[in-house]
């Protein structure tokens, strides 16, 4: 793929999958704010489906993402479950950490991220009986954050990109 330049780019390829440009009606829509809680399986199709569409954009047969990769964007990963979930724990975000990513971030990584969140009025948590659930509350401030890390990570990934036809 690197020395085909007619081949699409990787970074096309990448916009195409996560906007769902295909020519065909768009794939994802990343509802923010006060959904209700989703149901956990169409949550886990709809990550599993995100993360093959990324991968299938990629020149690499599957994509791996090292914990301090995760660690250093856990905030936006973060935002982006809970957005997918509606409303949820840190028990379950955890989880899905752990699944989707093969991180294993314990409770002290990820509960102080959560209060942080919390207290920059990005999420909204309720107290429940036996746990704390956390919501979006500010959707500006979300997509202000995904999209300046994105675009940060974008543009690291083409420099490297732009760097491999010289070696």
Request: proline content about 4%.
């Amino acid at each position: 793929m690197y020395d085909d330049p007619d081949s699409r780019s990787v970074f096309s390829d990448l916009t195409a999958a996560a906007t769902g440009d295909d020519g065909g009606e768009d794939q994802y829509e990343l509802t923010i704010g006060s959904a209700p809680k989703a149901d956990d399986k169409s949550v886990e199709r709809e990550l599993d489906e995100m993360l093959e569409s990324v991968e299938a954009a990629l020149p690499a047969d599957h994509a791996d993402f090292d914990e301090t990769i995760i660690k250093e964007n856990l905030d936006e990963i973060l935002l982006m479950l809970i957005s997918l979930r509606g409303e949820t724990h840190g028990k379950e975000l955890i989880s899905d950490l752990t699944r989707l990513f093969d991180a294993q971030l314990s409770p002290g990584t990820v509960y102080p991220s959560l209060h942080q969140l919390e207290d920059d009025d990005t999420l909204r948590m309720h107290k429940k009986v036996r746990t704390k659930e956390y919501s979006i509350q500010d959707e500006h401030q979300v997509r202000v954050t995904v999209e300046r890390t994105m675009l940060q990570h974008l543009a690291f990934g083409y420099l490297l990109y732009s760097f491999l036809p010289r070696l």
